[in-house]
Protein backbone atom coordinates (compact mmCIF):
# COMPACT_ATOMS: atom_id res chain seq x y z
CA UNK A 1 0.00 0.00 0.00
CA UNK A 2 0.93 3.64 -0.61
CA UNK A 3 1.60 6.56 1.69
CA UNK A 4 -0.16 9.70 0.57
CA UNK A 5 -0.49 13.39 2.14
CA UNK A 6 -3.53 14.56 0.93
CA UNK A 7 -3.97 18.64 1.56
CA UNK A 8 -6.50 21.48 0.88
CA UNK A 9 -6.04 25.01 0.28
CA UNK A 10 -6.02 26.74 4.02
CA UNK A 11 -9.10 28.80 4.01
CA UNK A 12 -8.98 32.52 5.33
CA UNK A 13 -9.99 32.63 8.81
CA UNK A 14 -11.73 36.22 9.00
CA UNK A 15 -14.19 34.32 6.68
CA UNK A 16 -17.00 31.78 7.31
CA UNK A 17 -16.22 29.35 4.01
CA UNK A 18 -18.98 29.38 1.59
CA UNK A 19 -20.10 26.69 -0.77
CA UNK A 20 -17.69 27.62 -3.23
CA UNK A 21 -14.51 27.66 -1.43
CA UNK A 22 -16.03 23.71 -0.08
CA UNK A 23 -15.76 22.06 -3.06
CA UNK A 24 -12.84 23.80 -4.54
CA UNK A 25 -10.57 22.21 -2.46
CA UNK A 26 -11.98 21.13 0.83
CA UNK A 27 -14.62 18.53 0.42
CA UNK A 28 -12.49 17.46 -2.49
CA UNK A 29 -9.83 17.09 -0.53
CA UNK A 30 -11.75 14.99 1.97
CA UNK A 31 -13.52 12.73 -0.74
CA UNK A 32 -9.95 11.62 -2.13
CA UNK A 33 -9.15 11.21 1.25
CA UNK A 34 -11.95 9.04 2.21
CA UNK A 35 -11.17 6.99 -0.99
CA UNK A 36 -7.83 6.34 -0.25
CA UNK A 37 -8.68 5.09 3.12
CA UNK A 38 -11.18 2.66 1.87
CA UNK A 39 -8.27 1.09 -0.32
CA UNK A 40 -6.08 0.36 2.67
CA UNK A 41 -3.29 2.92 2.03
CA UNK A 42 -1.60 5.08 4.68
CA UNK A 43 -3.15 8.91 4.88
CA UNK A 44 -2.60 11.77 6.28
CA UNK A 45 -5.12 14.48 5.47
CA UNK A 46 -4.18 18.00 6.45
CA UNK A 47 -4.91 21.92 6.37
CA UNK A 48 -5.55 24.64 8.54
CA UNK A 49 -6.99 28.20 8.94
CA UNK A 50 -4.74 30.73 7.48
CA UNK A 51 -5.08 33.66 10.19
CA UNK A 52 -1.85 35.86 9.01
CA UNK A 53 -2.31 39.43 7.16
CA UNK A 54 -4.18 42.74 6.91
CA UNK A 55 -7.57 41.02 5.94
CA UNK A 56 -7.73 39.95 9.49
CA UNK A 57 -6.69 42.64 11.25
CA UNK A 58 -9.74 44.29 9.68
CA UNK A 59 -12.00 42.04 10.45
CA UNK A 60 -10.85 42.29 13.97
CA UNK A 61 -10.60 45.79 14.08
CA UNK A 62 -14.87 45.42 13.11
CA UNK A 63 -15.35 43.32 15.43
CA UNK A 64 -14.07 44.88 18.46
CA UNK A 65 -11.80 42.18 19.27
CA UNK A 66 -8.38 41.85 19.22
CA UNK A 67 -6.27 40.03 16.54
CA UNK A 68 -5.22 36.96 18.69
CA UNK A 69 -9.27 36.74 20.24
CA UNK A 70 -10.82 37.41 16.56
CA UNK A 71 -8.23 34.43 15.46
CA UNK A 72 -9.12 32.18 18.24
CA UNK A 73 -12.79 32.40 17.56
CA UNK A 74 -13.13 32.09 14.11
CA UNK A 75 -10.35 29.10 14.22
CA UNK A 76 -12.45 27.29 16.72
CA UNK A 77 -15.66 28.17 14.86
CA UNK A 78 -14.61 27.35 11.53
CA UNK A 79 -12.91 23.99 12.77
CA UNK A 80 -16.42 22.98 14.38
CA UNK A 81 -18.31 23.56 11.09
CA UNK A 82 -15.63 21.15 8.88
CA UNK A 83 -16.40 18.55 11.97
CA UNK A 84 -20.09 19.24 11.31
CA UNK A 85 -19.63 19.03 7.20
CA UNK A 86 -17.98 15.30 7.97
CA UNK A 87 -14.71 16.58 6.50
CA UNK A 88 -11.63 14.31 7.60
CA UNK A 89 -8.80 16.11 8.84
CA UNK A 90 -6.21 14.04 10.76
CA UNK A 91 -5.00 17.89 11.46
CA UNK A 92 -6.37 21.29 10.67
CA UNK A 93 -4.17 23.18 12.50
CA UNK A 94 -3.90 26.82 12.04
CA UNK A 95 -1.18 29.26 10.97
CA UNK A 96 -1.24 31.18 14.50
CA UNK A 97 0.64 28.09 15.85
CA UNK A 98 4.06 27.76 17.40
CA UNK A 99 4.72 24.76 15.34
CA UNK A 100 4.41 26.39 12.17
CA UNK A 101 5.76 29.98 13.59
CA UNK A 102 9.11 28.24 14.04
CA UNK A 103 9.27 25.60 11.12
CA UNK A 104 8.88 29.07 8.78
CA UNK A 105 11.21 30.70 10.31
CA UNK A 106 13.62 28.29 10.17
CA UNK A 107 12.64 27.43 6.46
CA UNK A 108 13.29 31.25 5.28
CA UNK A 109 16.43 31.22 7.62
CA UNK A 110 17.77 27.79 5.74
CA UNK A 111 16.91 29.63 1.99
CA UNK A 112 18.62 32.73 3.42
CA UNK A 113 22.18 30.78 3.82
CA UNK A 114 21.55 28.82 0.29
CA UNK A 115 21.61 32.19 -1.10
CA UNK A 116 18.30 32.81 -2.55
CA UNK A 117 17.12 35.42 0.18
CA UNK A 118 18.23 39.16 -0.68
CA UNK A 119 17.33 42.36 0.68
CA UNK A 120 16.53 45.48 -1.58
CA UNK A 121 14.66 47.94 -1.36
CA UNK A 122 11.07 48.50 -3.31
CA UNK A 123 8.33 50.56 -3.63
CA UNK A 124 4.67 50.22 -2.04
CA UNK A 125 1.73 51.52 -1.86
CA UNK A 126 0.77 53.45 0.88
CA UNK A 127 -2.14 54.96 2.34
CA UNK A 128 -2.43 58.56 3.53
CA UNK A 129 -5.62 58.32 5.12
CA UNK A 130 -5.10 55.03 7.00
CA UNK A 131 -1.45 55.41 7.43
CA UNK A 132 -0.08 52.41 6.73
CA UNK A 133 1.66 50.15 4.18
CA UNK A 134 -1.26 48.53 2.31
CA UNK A 135 -0.48 44.59 1.02
CA UNK A 136 -1.13 42.95 -2.06
CA UNK A 137 -4.65 42.36 -1.10
CA UNK A 138 -5.80 45.67 0.07
CA UNK A 139 -4.68 47.49 -2.93
CA UNK A 140 -7.15 47.14 -5.82
CA UNK A 141 -6.87 48.54 -9.57
CA UNK A 142 -7.22 47.65 -13.46
CA UNK A 143 -5.09 44.94 -14.99
CA UNK A 144 -2.19 45.77 -16.66
CA UNK A 145 -2.68 42.88 -19.06
CA UNK A 146 -6.30 42.04 -19.37
CA UNK A 147 -8.12 45.37 -18.07
CA UNK A 148 -9.94 43.65 -15.36
CA UNK A 149 -10.90 46.20 -13.03
CA UNK A 150 -11.03 44.73 -9.48
CA UNK A 151 -7.60 43.35 -9.95
CA UNK A 152 -5.50 42.65 -6.42
CA UNK A 153 -2.16 43.50 -5.94
CA UNK A 154 -1.15 39.90 -5.62
CA UNK A 155 -3.48 38.16 -8.74
CA UNK A 156 -5.82 39.25 -11.18
CA UNK A 157 -8.75 37.30 -11.10
CA UNK A 158 -9.80 38.16 -14.69
CA UNK A 159 -6.62 36.75 -16.10
CA UNK A 160 -4.76 34.73 -13.60
CA UNK A 161 -1.75 36.33 -13.53
CA UNK A 162 0.32 36.57 -10.90
CA UNK A 163 0.76 40.41 -9.92
CA UNK A 164 2.63 42.98 -8.25
CA UNK A 165 0.70 46.01 -6.88
CA UNK A 166 2.82 48.50 -8.42
CA UNK A 167 1.40 47.01 -11.69
CA UNK A 168 -2.21 48.18 -10.85
CA UNK A 169 -3.62 50.88 -12.91
CA UNK A 170 -5.37 53.49 -10.96
CA UNK A 171 -5.02 51.36 -7.45
CA UNK A 172 -7.21 52.47 -4.48
CA UNK A 173 -7.14 51.18 -1.00
CA UNK A 174 -9.50 48.34 -0.11
CA UNK A 175 -9.89 49.35 3.29
CA UNK A 176 -10.99 53.35 2.94
CA UNK A 177 -11.07 53.08 -1.34
CA UNK A 178 -9.00 56.24 -1.22
CA UNK A 179 -6.06 56.73 -3.73
CA UNK A 180 -2.48 55.00 -2.66
CA UNK A 181 0.86 56.29 -3.47
CA UNK A 182 4.40 54.01 -3.52
CA UNK A 183 6.28 54.92 -0.62
CA UNK A 184 10.13 53.04 -0.51
CA UNK A 185 10.31 50.40 2.06
CA UNK A 186 13.26 48.24 2.66
CA UNK A 187 11.97 44.15 2.35
CA UNK A 188 13.50 40.73 1.78
CA UNK A 189 13.07 38.76 -1.29
CA UNK A 190 13.00 35.33 -2.53
CA UNK A 191 15.26 35.08 -5.59
CA UNK A 192 12.35 32.98 -7.52
CA UNK A 193 13.82 33.07 -11.03
CA UNK A 194 17.25 31.33 -10.07
CA UNK A 195 15.16 28.43 -9.70
CA UNK A 196 12.99 28.63 -12.66
CA UNK A 197 14.99 26.00 -14.99
CA UNK A 198 14.70 23.62 -12.09
CA UNK A 199 11.01 24.13 -11.46
CA UNK A 200 10.56 23.73 -15.58
CA UNK A 201 12.12 20.23 -15.40
CA UNK A 202 9.13 19.30 -12.32
CA UNK A 203 6.26 20.90 -14.71
CA UNK A 204 7.60 19.05 -17.56
CA UNK A 205 8.05 15.89 -15.67
CA UNK A 206 5.48 12.75 -17.13
CA UNK A 207 5.95 11.80 -12.92
CA UNK A 208 3.26 14.28 -11.94
CA UNK A 209 -0.27 14.67 -12.52
CA UNK A 210 -1.54 18.20 -13.43
CA UNK A 211 -4.76 19.61 -15.60
CA UNK A 212 -3.80 20.38 -18.92
CA UNK A 213 -4.72 24.07 -17.53
CA UNK A 214 -2.30 23.96 -14.99
CA UNK A 215 0.18 22.50 -16.53
CA UNK A 216 0.00 25.01 -19.32
CA UNK A 217 -0.23 27.82 -17.62
CA UNK A 218 2.19 27.74 -14.60
CA UNK A 219 4.78 26.79 -17.82
CA UNK A 220 3.30 29.89 -19.59
CA UNK A 221 4.47 32.09 -16.51
CA UNK A 222 8.00 30.62 -16.73
CA UNK A 223 8.52 31.32 -20.46
CA UNK A 224 7.42 34.65 -20.18
CA UNK A 225 9.95 34.88 -16.94
CA UNK A 226 9.43 34.64 -13.07
CA UNK A 227 9.92 37.18 -10.76
CA UNK A 228 11.33 37.55 -7.61
CA UNK A 229 8.95 37.20 -5.10
CA UNK A 230 8.34 39.88 -2.20
CA UNK A 231 9.30 37.67 0.79
CA UNK A 232 8.13 40.40 4.16
CA UNK A 233 5.49 42.80 4.70
CA UNK A 234 5.46 46.60 6.65
CA UNK A 235 2.72 44.40 8.65
CA UNK A 236 2.11 44.10 12.48
CA UNK A 237 0.14 40.50 12.58
CA UNK A 238 1.86 37.51 11.22
CA UNK A 239 5.41 35.65 11.69
CA UNK A 240 8.40 38.07 12.31
CA UNK A 241 10.06 37.59 9.80
CA UNK A 242 13.61 36.22 11.21
CA UNK A 243 16.36 38.12 9.54
CA UNK A 244 18.61 40.26 10.46
CA UNK A 245 17.60 43.74 10.62
CA UNK A 246 13.81 43.04 9.06
CA UNK A 247 12.56 43.79 12.61
CA UNK A 248 8.99 44.89 12.61
CA UNK A 249 8.61 43.31 9.61
CA UNK A 250 6.73 39.65 9.02
CA UNK A 251 6.32 37.19 6.45
CA UNK A 252 4.17 37.69 3.58
CA UNK A 253 0.97 35.28 4.19
CA UNK A 254 1.05 33.41 0.96
CA UNK A 255 4.31 33.01 1.57
CA UNK A 256 4.08 30.82 4.75
CA UNK A 257 0.25 29.48 4.12
CA UNK A 258 2.13 26.99 1.55
CA UNK A 259 4.49 26.35 4.25
CA UNK A 260 1.64 25.19 6.57
CA UNK A 261 1.32 21.87 4.66
CA UNK A 262 4.96 20.77 6.05
CA UNK A 263 4.48 22.07 9.32
CA UNK A 264 0.92 20.21 9.97
CA UNK A 265 2.59 17.45 9.14
CA UNK A 266 5.13 18.03 11.73
CA UNK A 267 2.33 19.16 14.34
CA UNK A 268 0.56 15.69 13.21
CA UNK A 269 3.74 13.46 14.30
CA UNK A 270 4.78 16.16 17.61
CA UNK A 271 1.59 15.68 19.20
CA UNK A 272 1.92 11.37 18.29
CA UNK A 273 5.16 11.46 19.93
CA UNK A 274 7.41 10.54 17.25
CA UNK A 275 8.85 13.98 16.25
CA UNK A 276 10.49 12.48 13.27
CA UNK A 277 7.68 10.98 11.64
CA UNK A 278 6.60 13.20 9.38
CA UNK A 279 9.90 12.85 7.15
CA UNK A 280 7.95 9.73 5.87
CA UNK A 281 6.13 11.85 4.18
CA UNK A 282 8.39 14.71 2.97
CA UNK A 283 10.96 12.61 2.01
CA UNK A 284 10.27 8.83 1.20
CA UNK A 285 9.53 8.97 -2.58
CA UNK A 286 7.49 6.12 -2.33
CA UNK A 287 4.77 8.95 -0.72
CA UNK A 288 2.70 11.57 -2.81
CA UNK A 289 1.56 14.63 -1.81
CA UNK A 290 -1.50 15.94 -3.63
CA UNK A 291 -3.00 19.52 -3.75
CA UNK A 292 -6.24 20.25 -4.19
CA UNK A 293 -7.22 23.98 -4.54
CA UNK A 294 -8.78 26.41 -6.27
CA UNK A 295 -8.17 27.51 -10.04
CA UNK A 296 -6.72 31.13 -8.58
CA UNK A 297 -4.17 29.17 -6.22
CA UNK A 298 -2.37 27.37 -9.03
CA UNK A 299 0.93 29.08 -9.23
CA UNK A 300 1.78 29.89 -5.87
CA UNK A 301 1.31 25.73 -5.93
CA UNK A 302 3.08 24.51 -9.05
CA UNK A 303 5.50 27.35 -8.94
CA UNK A 304 6.08 28.93 -5.38
CA UNK A 305 6.10 25.67 -3.32
CA UNK A 306 8.28 23.48 -5.60
CA UNK A 307 11.06 26.15 -6.11
CA UNK A 308 10.65 26.94 -2.38
CA UNK A 309 11.24 22.98 -1.47
CA UNK A 310 13.84 23.18 -3.84
CA UNK A 311 15.95 25.91 -2.60
CA UNK A 312 16.31 24.16 0.32
CA UNK A 313 18.36 21.20 -1.27
CA UNK A 314 17.24 18.82 0.83
CA UNK A 315 15.12 16.90 -1.30
CA UNK A 316 11.79 17.46 -0.20
CA UNK A 317 9.24 15.37 -1.78
CA UNK A 318 7.82 17.80 -4.81
CA UNK A 319 3.63 17.74 -5.70
CA UNK A 320 2.92 14.90 -7.27
CA UNK A 321 -0.84 16.02 -8.04
CA UNK A 322 -2.32 19.61 -8.03
CA UNK A 323 -5.88 19.20 -8.74
CA UNK A 324 -7.48 22.20 -9.19
CA UNK A 325 -11.34 23.33 -9.62
CA UNK A 326 -12.92 26.05 -11.58
CA UNK A 327 -15.26 28.35 -9.60
CA UNK A 328 -18.89 27.61 -8.34
CA UNK A 329 -20.89 30.10 -10.00
CA UNK A 330 -24.14 30.98 -7.37
CA UNK A 331 -27.36 31.54 -9.81
CA UNK A 332 -25.01 32.80 -12.49
CA UNK A 333 -22.95 35.16 -10.10
CA UNK A 334 -19.70 35.10 -7.80
CA UNK A 335 -20.55 34.45 -4.24
CA UNK A 336 -20.37 37.87 -2.35
CA UNK A 337 -20.87 38.11 1.55
CA UNK A 338 -22.15 42.25 0.90
CA UNK A 339 -23.93 41.51 -1.71
CA UNK A 340 -25.42 38.42 0.04
CA UNK A 341 -25.19 36.42 -3.05
CA UNK A 342 -24.18 32.99 -2.39
CA UNK A 343 -24.96 30.16 0.81
CA UNK A 344 -22.17 29.72 3.34
CA UNK A 345 -21.49 26.65 5.08
CA UNK A 346 -22.50 27.40 8.57
CA UNK A 347 -26.49 28.16 7.16
CA UNK A 348 -26.34 25.68 4.98
CA UNK A 349 -26.42 22.83 7.58
CA UNK A 350 -29.64 24.30 8.99
CA UNK A 351 -31.19 23.71 5.51
CA UNK A 352 -30.25 20.38 5.28
CA UNK A 353 -28.19 17.46 6.64
CA UNK A 354 -24.21 17.84 5.38
CA UNK A 355 -24.31 14.71 3.03
CA UNK A 356 -26.83 16.10 0.95
CA UNK A 357 -25.20 19.54 0.31
CA UNK A 358 -21.72 16.88 0.16
CA UNK A 359 -23.60 14.92 -2.21
CA UNK A 360 -25.24 18.22 -4.76
CA UNK A 361 -21.39 19.86 -4.43
CA UNK A 362 -19.33 16.73 -5.73
CA UNK A 363 -21.98 16.09 -8.30
CA UNK A 364 -21.43 19.53 -9.60
CA UNK A 365 -17.81 19.81 -8.72
CA UNK A 366 -16.31 22.04 -11.22
CA UNK A 367 -13.58 19.81 -13.29
CA UNK A 368 -14.02 21.29 -16.89
CA UNK A 369 -15.45 24.68 -16.74
CA UNK A 370 -17.51 26.87 -14.46
CA UNK A 371 -20.04 25.50 -12.97
CA UNK A 372 -23.31 27.24 -11.80
CA UNK A 373 -25.35 26.21 -8.38
CA UNK A 374 -28.63 26.32 -8.56
CA UNK A 375 -31.16 26.10 -5.80
CA UNK A 376 -33.92 24.70 -7.71
CA UNK A 377 -30.76 22.19 -8.94
CA UNK A 378 -30.34 21.92 -5.27
CA UNK A 379 -33.78 20.58 -4.23
CA UNK A 380 -34.14 18.95 -7.25
CA UNK A 381 -30.91 16.32 -6.82
CA UNK A 382 -32.01 15.96 -3.31
CA UNK A 383 -35.44 14.73 -4.57
CA UNK A 384 -34.67 13.10 -7.24
CA UNK A 385 -31.28 11.66 -6.75
CA UNK A 386 -31.21 10.86 -3.42
CA UNK A 387 -34.98 10.16 -2.73
CA UNK A 388 -35.86 8.93 -5.86
CA UNK A 389 -33.19 7.01 -6.96
CA UNK A 390 -31.48 5.74 -3.70
CA UNK A 391 -33.54 5.49 -0.94
CA UNK A 392 -36.22 4.55 -3.14
CA UNK A 393 -33.47 1.41 -4.13
CA UNK A 394 -32.58 0.52 -0.78
CA UNK A 395 -36.41 0.99 0.61
CA UNK A 396 -37.72 -1.26 -2.12
CA UNK A 397 -35.17 -4.38 -1.79
CA UNK A 398 -35.46 -4.19 1.72
CA UNK A 399 -39.39 -4.86 1.59
CA UNK A 400 -39.11 -7.52 -0.80
CA UNK A 401 -36.07 -9.08 1.13
CA UNK A 402 -38.56 -9.01 4.87
CA UNK A 403 -41.33 -10.30 2.91
CA UNK A 404 -39.92 -13.15 0.96
CA UNK A 405 -37.36 -14.86 3.56
CA UNK A 406 -38.25 -12.35 6.76
CA UNK A 407 -35.43 -10.45 6.44
CA UNK A 408 -32.93 -13.35 6.89
CA UNK A 409 -30.62 -15.70 4.90
CA UNK A 410 -28.43 -18.18 5.90
CA UNK A 411 -26.13 -19.09 2.92
CA UNK A 412 -25.98 -17.06 -0.01
CA UNK A 413 -29.05 -18.05 -2.43
CA UNK A 414 -27.89 -19.85 -6.47
CA UNK A 415 -28.09 -16.64 -8.85
CA UNK A 416 -27.53 -17.49 -12.45
CA UNK A 417 -27.96 -15.97 -15.89
CA UNK A 418 -29.67 -12.33 -15.12
CA UNK A 419 -28.86 -12.25 -11.63
CA UNK A 420 -25.21 -13.39 -12.00
CA UNK A 421 -24.58 -10.98 -15.11
CA UNK A 422 -26.33 -8.13 -12.56
CA UNK A 423 -23.46 -8.78 -9.82
CA UNK A 424 -20.89 -8.98 -12.13
CA UNK A 425 -21.74 -5.72 -14.16
CA UNK A 426 -21.97 -4.22 -11.01
CA UNK A 427 -18.59 -5.27 -9.53
CA UNK A 428 -16.64 -4.07 -12.30
CA UNK A 429 -18.41 -0.32 -12.64
CA UNK A 430 -17.38 -0.58 -9.20
CA UNK A 431 -13.15 -0.77 -9.94
CA UNK A 432 -14.26 1.77 -13.06
CA UNK A 433 -15.31 4.39 -10.23
CA UNK A 434 -11.71 3.10 -8.15
CA UNK A 435 -10.29 4.60 -11.32
CA UNK A 436 -11.80 7.49 -11.91
CA UNK A 437 -10.95 8.82 -8.52
CA UNK A 438 -7.49 7.87 -9.22
CA UNK A 439 -7.53 9.56 -12.44
CA UNK A 440 -9.02 12.46 -9.97
CA UNK A 441 -11.86 12.68 -11.74
CA UNK A 442 -14.81 12.77 -8.60
CA UNK A 443 -17.48 14.66 -10.42
CA UNK A 444 -17.64 11.36 -12.66
CA UNK A 445 -17.13 8.81 -9.83
CA UNK A 446 -19.85 10.29 -8.18
CA UNK A 447 -22.19 10.39 -11.39
CA UNK A 448 -21.04 6.41 -11.67
CA UNK A 449 -21.98 6.03 -7.64
CA UNK A 450 -25.35 7.00 -8.83
CA UNK A 451 -25.80 5.07 -11.83
CA UNK A 452 -25.28 2.26 -9.58
CA UNK A 453 -28.29 2.56 -8.20
CA UNK A 454 -30.22 3.91 -11.33
CA UNK A 455 -29.61 0.43 -12.93
CA UNK A 456 -30.44 -1.05 -9.75
CA UNK A 457 -34.24 0.33 -10.10
CA UNK A 458 -34.16 -0.48 -13.52
CA UNK A 459 -33.15 -4.10 -12.52
CA UNK A 460 -35.71 -4.37 -9.69
CA UNK A 461 -38.51 -2.51 -12.15
CA UNK A 462 -37.85 -5.14 -15.23
CA UNK A 463 -37.32 -8.77 -13.14
CA UNK A 464 -40.26 -7.06 -10.74
CA UNK A 465 -40.09 -10.27 -8.11
CA UNK A 466 -42.70 -9.30 -5.96
CA UNK A 467 -45.04 -11.08 -8.54
CA UNK A 468 -42.52 -13.84 -8.99
CA UNK A 469 -42.20 -15.01 -5.60
CA UNK A 470 -45.72 -16.84 -5.73
CA UNK A 471 -44.51 -18.97 -8.95
CA UNK A 472 -40.79 -19.19 -8.32
CA UNK A 473 -39.77 -18.22 -4.75
CA UNK A 474 -36.37 -19.16 -5.10
CA UNK A 475 -36.07 -17.18 -8.25
CA UNK A 476 -37.28 -13.70 -6.33
CA UNK A 477 -35.20 -14.43 -3.40
CA UNK A 478 -31.98 -14.41 -6.26
CA UNK A 479 -33.14 -11.31 -7.79
CA UNK A 480 -33.59 -9.45 -3.90
CA UNK A 481 -29.94 -10.88 -2.75
CA UNK A 482 -28.33 -9.47 -6.01
CA UNK A 483 -30.02 -5.88 -5.28
CA UNK A 484 -28.49 -6.47 -1.60
CA UNK A 485 -25.11 -7.01 -2.76
CA UNK A 486 -25.45 -3.80 -5.18
CA UNK A 487 -26.39 -1.94 -2.31
CA UNK A 488 -23.87 -3.18 -0.28
CA UNK A 489 -21.28 -2.26 -2.65
CA UNK A 490 -22.99 1.27 -3.04
CA UNK A 491 -22.96 1.73 0.61
CA UNK A 492 -18.58 1.96 0.57
CA UNK A 493 -18.93 3.95 -2.93
CA UNK A 494 -20.86 6.24 -0.45
CA UNK A 495 -18.01 6.18 1.84
CA UNK A 496 -16.41 9.49 0.24
CA UNK A 497 -19.61 11.83 -0.77
CA UNK A 498 -21.74 10.81 2.04
CA UNK A 499 -20.27 9.46 5.08
CA UNK A 500 -23.34 9.51 7.69
CA UNK A 501 -26.04 7.82 4.93
CA UNK A 502 -22.70 4.87 3.89
CA UNK A 503 -22.51 4.28 7.51
CA UNK A 504 -26.15 3.95 7.80
CA UNK A 505 -26.48 1.52 5.51
CA UNK A 506 -23.38 -0.68 6.00
CA UNK A 507 -25.12 -1.31 9.91
CA UNK A 508 -28.60 -2.12 8.73
CA UNK A 509 -26.84 -4.48 6.11
CA UNK A 510 -26.33 -7.17 8.84
CA UNK A 511 -22.47 -5.80 9.29
CA UNK A 512 -20.19 -6.46 11.85
CA UNK A 513 -17.08 -5.19 10.93
CA UNK A 514 -16.45 -1.07 10.40
CA UNK A 515 -16.93 -0.27 6.66
CA UNK A 516 -12.96 0.50 6.65
CA UNK A 517 -11.76 -2.63 7.55
CA UNK A 518 -13.99 -4.40 4.79
CA UNK A 519 -12.64 -2.09 2.39
CA UNK A 520 -13.52 -1.03 -1.14
CA UNK A 521 -12.35 -4.39 -2.58
CA UNK A 522 -13.33 -6.51 0.64
CA UNK A 523 -16.88 -5.39 -1.08
CA UNK A 524 -16.45 -7.13 -3.89
CA UNK A 525 -17.14 -10.52 -1.63
CA UNK A 526 -20.31 -11.90 -0.88
CA UNK A 527 -21.61 -11.11 2.60
CA UNK A 528 -20.74 -13.20 5.60
CA UNK A 529 -23.77 -15.07 6.41
CA UNK A 530 -25.88 -15.58 8.04
CA UNK A 531 -27.75 -11.66 7.46
CA UNK A 532 -30.14 -10.51 9.38
CA UNK A 533 -31.56 -7.38 7.06
CA UNK A 534 -35.28 -5.69 9.01
CA UNK A 535 -36.38 -2.27 7.65
CA UNK A 536 -35.43 0.90 8.78
CA UNK A 537 -36.69 4.56 8.40
CA UNK A 538 -36.02 6.24 5.18
CA UNK A 539 -32.36 7.61 4.83
CA UNK A 540 -33.40 10.65 2.66
CA UNK A 541 -36.44 12.99 2.86
CA UNK A 542 -37.44 15.55 0.55
CA UNK A 543 -36.80 19.27 0.22
CA UNK A 544 -39.46 22.04 -0.94
CA UNK A 545 -38.10 25.25 -1.92
CA UNK A 546 -40.33 27.44 -0.13
CA UNK A 547 -39.01 25.56 3.29
CA UNK A 548 -35.18 26.44 2.32
CA UNK A 549 -35.83 29.48 1.30
CA UNK A 550 -37.84 30.38 4.97
CA UNK A 551 -34.75 28.13 6.54
CA UNK A 552 -32.25 30.72 5.37
CA UNK A 553 -34.48 33.71 5.85
CA UNK A 554 -35.39 32.81 9.72
CA UNK A 555 -31.23 32.16 10.05
CA UNK A 556 -30.27 35.36 8.51
CA UNK A 557 -32.25 37.54 10.33
CA UNK A 558 -31.34 36.04 13.37
CA UNK A 559 -27.62 37.74 12.70
CA UNK A 560 -26.04 33.89 11.49
CA UNK A 561 -23.93 34.09 8.34
Same mark, same amino acid.
Request: hydrophobic share 35%; aromatic share 12%; glycine share 6%.
Given at each position: MARW??????????????LGNM???????????????????????????????????VEAFKAGLSVKEFADRNHKRIKGLF %????????????????????????FYL???????????? %???????????????????????????????????????????? %??L????????? =??VYLKETRQWFFDLPRLSERVKEYLLSDDIHLSDIARS??????????????????????????????? =?KTIYVWMEAVLGYVSATIEYFEKLGD????????????????????????????? +???????????GYNLPYAVDSTDFLMFEGQKFSKSRRIGIWIDEALEVAPADYWRYVLLSLRPEGGDVNFKLDLFIEKVNNDLNNVIGNLVNR? +?????????????????????????????? %????? +???????????????????????GNRFLNEKEPWKLFKENPSKAISIVYSLLRLIRVLAVELYPIMPSTSEILWKNLSEHEPILSTGWDGVKSDFKYPISIKRFPPIFRKLSKEEVLSTLERFRSGGGS
Amino acid at each position: MARWLVTSAWPYSSVTPHLGNMIGSILSGDAFARYLRLKGHEVLYVSGSDEHGTPVEVEAFKAGLSVKEFADRNHKRIKGLF %EKWNISYDNYTRTENPVHIKFVQDFYLKLQRNGYIYESS %EKVHYCERDKRFLPDRFVEGECPYCGFRNARGDQCDGCGRPLEP %ELLVNPVCVICH =GPVYLKETRQWFFDLPRLSERVKEYLLSDDIHLSDIARSFSLKLVEEGLKARSLTRDSKWGIPAPFEGAE =GKTIYVWMEAVLGYVSATIEYFEKLGDPDGWKSFWFDKNSKTVYFIGKDNIPFHTI +ILPALLIGTGEGYNLPYAVDSTDFLMFEGQKFSKSRRIGIWIDEALEVAPADYWRYVLLSLRPEGGDVNFKLDLFIEKVNNDLNNVIGNLVNRS +IVCFERFCDGRLESPPEVDGDCKRFIESTL %ERHDE +IASLYEDFRIQRAVKETLYQAEEGNRFLNEKEPWKLFKENPSKAISIVYSLLRLIRVLAVELYPIMPSTSEILWKNLSEHEPILSTGWDGVKSDFKYPISIKRFPPIFRKLSKEEVLSTLERFRSGGGS
